[in-house]
């Protein structure tokens, strides 16, 4: 199973950006798929997660300014960020709960995409 984190970039404050993160591979089920972000210097924090059922859960920091979202069909999983801050620049990972065609499952991660904002 790989996750392929696309979508980041440099944008201006106030601005918006969409990231997005394709599963590949042996799936059967994806389970939850999130997204976390590593600011420089900084540890790894949730910003969102999203279940099979559709139900998101958010961190105090962006909710109201971010939306995840998730195609199951292409077990794709998208971040839409708005009103983007100064920090929210950081290195976007996705991640996800993954059952495979083996009926194993297990925790995977994308290589990071990297969102700076700018003033």
């Known amino acids: 199973v790989q996750l392929q984190a696309s979508g980041g970039g440099l944008v201006q404050a106030g601005g918006s950006l969409r990231v997005s993160c394709a599963a590949s591979g042996n799936i059967v089920s994806t389970n939850y798929m999130a997204w976390y972000r590593q600011a420089p210097g900084k540890e790894r924090a949730l910003v969102a997660t999203i279940a099979n059922s559709g139900l998101t859960v958010y961190a105090d920091s962006v909710k109201g300014r971010f939306i995840i979202s998730r195609d199951n069909a292409k077990n794709t999983v998208y971040l839409q960020m708005n009103s983007l801050k100064l920090e929210d620049t950081a290195a976007y990972y996705c991640?996800?709960?993954?059952?495979?065609?083996?009926?194993?499952?297990?925790?995977?991660w994308g290589q990071g995409t990297l969102v700076t904002v700018s003033s």
């Open positions: 991640n996800a709960d993954i059952i495979t065609g083996d009926n194993r499952r297990g925790v995977y």
